[in-house]
C-alpha cells in the first residue's frame, strides 16, 4: 500500500512478516488454538462439526496476538505470563469470531476466508445459535479470569459490538458525510475489541494507570485503523484476497471513508456517485462498478490510505511510556503491518 503522497512508505516496506511477531509468543499462541480447537469441542457432533469449521477456517488470529505481545511487554518479568493470560487471549478471540458468525447472517454472506460461511452451508438459525454459543464460551473464560475490570471492559464491547451493528444499519444508503459517526462507528465494530485486548493484560501485570490508558489508546486507533483498511479493501481487494465479493459492503448501502471523501468534494463526480447510492443502483453489477470507478478516480483510495495512516501513527505514538522490548517493537510493526495487509 502506497503512503497518503502515493509512494511506497520506507518504514512500511520494512515491516517484519506477521509470522516475525507471532514468533515472539509461539508457545503460549500454541496455548490459545489447543484451546479453541480442543477446549471448546461439544458432546453433539453435528456441533462439534460447526467449531472445527469455525476454527479451522483460518483467521490471522490479530486480537489474540495483541493481548499476548500487549501482556508480555508489561509483565513484571517482561515475557513471562500467567494462565488468565492464555485465557484473555482466548475469549478476545471467541467473542470476535463469534461477531463475524452472526455478521454474516445480517449481511447474508456465502463467504468467509474463501470457505462457505455457517449460514450459506446450513442456514440463519444454526449459525445465530453457534454465534450466541462462542458467546457464552467467551463469557465462561471471562468468569475465570475473576477480575471485575476486565469483566466491565469486556461487558463494554459486546455492548459496543451491538451498537456498532446497529448504528450501521440505520446508516445504509445515507449519504451525509459525517466524519464523526463514522469514527464513533468504528470503534463500536472493531477498535472497542481491539483497545479492550490491548490493555487487559497490563491491568492483570498492575500496571500503573498511565500504561494501561496508553496501551487502551493504541489500541483503539489501531483497531480504526484495521476498520478503516477494511473498508478500503471493499474498493481496492479482490475476490480471491479478500473472501468476498468487491465492493460488497457498497452495494449493500455501507457508506465508507473512500466514498464518504468524494461525497464530500460537492462536484460532479460526488453528485453522480450520490444518486447511484440514494437510487439503490449501486446494487445493481453496472452500478456497483460505476461507483466504485468514481471513488477511484477522484481521490477516495488516496485520500482514505492517509487517514487510515494518521490512525497507524497515533497507535504507535501511544507506545511511548512502555519500556524497550521485542514486545514493544513488534506492537509497532504490527501498526505498520495494518497498513500494508491485502486481506
Not at 286 to 297: K, W
Request: charge should be negative.
Amino acid at each position: 500500500m502506497k503512503s497518503a503522497s502515493g509512494h511506497p512508505s520506507a518504514t512500511i516496506a520494512g515491516t517484519p512478516s506477521l509470522s516475525s511477531m507471532f514468533d515472539l509468543v509461539n508457545d503460549e499462541m500454541a496455548l490459545v488454538e489447543d484451546w479453541l480447537k480442543s477446549n471448546l469441542i461439544d458432546d453433539n457432533a453435528f456441533v462439534e462439526e460447526l467449531l472445527k469449521q469455525i476454527f479451522c477456517a483460518g483467521g490471522k488470529r490479530i486480537r489474540p496476538l495483541i493481548v499476548l505481545l500487549s501482556s508480555k511487554a508489561t509483565a513484571r518479568e517482561v515475557g513471562k505470563l500467567s494462565r488468565l493470560h492464555i485465557i484473555l487471549a482466548v475469549l478476545t478471540e471467541l467473542i470476535h469470531t463469534a461477531s463475524l458468525v452472526h455478521d454474516d447472517v445480517i449481511d447474508k454472506a456465502s463467504m468467509r476466508r474463501g470457505q462457505e460461511t455457517i449460514n450459506k452451508k446450513w442456514n440463519d438459525r444454526i449459525a445465530v445459535l453457534m454465534g450466541d454459543l462462542l458467546f457464552a464460551q467467551a463469557s465462561i473464560c471471562l468468569a475465570r479470569i475473576m477480575n471485575p475490570v476486565v469483566v466491565g471492559i469486556y461487558g463494554q464491547v459486546l455492548g459496543d459490538l451491538c451498537s456498532g451493528e446497529i448504528k450501521q444499519m440505520r446508516q445504509q444508503f445515507n449519504t451525509t458525510v459525517d466524519w464523526n459517526a463514522y469514527i464513533d462507528k468504528s470503534v463500536s465494530k472493531t477498535a472497542s475489541l481491539f483497545g479492550a485486548g490491548s490493555h487487559s493484560g497490563a491491568i492483570l501485570n498492575g500496571c500503573s494507570n498511565d500504561v494501561i490508558q496508553s496501551l487502551k489508546e493504541y489500541g483503539l486507533n489501531l483497531g480504526i485503523c484495521f476498520q478503516i483498511v477494511d473498508d478500503l479493501l471493499d474498493i481496492t481487494g479482490s475476490t480471491i484476497e479478500t473472501g468476498k465479493a468487491v465492493g460488497s459492503d457498497l452495494r449493500n448501502g455501507v457508506v465508507t471513508a473512500p466514498a464518504m471523501f468524494v461525497l464530500e468534494k460537492n462536484n460532479e463526480a460526488s453528485a453522480r456517485l450520490k444518486n447511484l447510492i440514494d437510487s439503490r443502483d449501486i446494487q445493481t453489477d453496472e452500478g456497483a462498478e460505476e461507483a466504485l470507478q468514481l471513488i477511484r478516480d477522484n481521490g477516495g483510495v488516496e485520500s482514505t490510505v492517509a487517514l487510515a495512516q494518521k490512525y497507524a501513527n497515533d497507535s504507535i505514538a501511544s507506545l511511548s511510556l512502555l519500556k524497550d522490548s521485542s514486545y514493544k517493537t513488534a506492537l509497532a510493526q504490527l501498526a505498520e503491518y495494518v497498513m500494508t495487509r491485502t486481506t
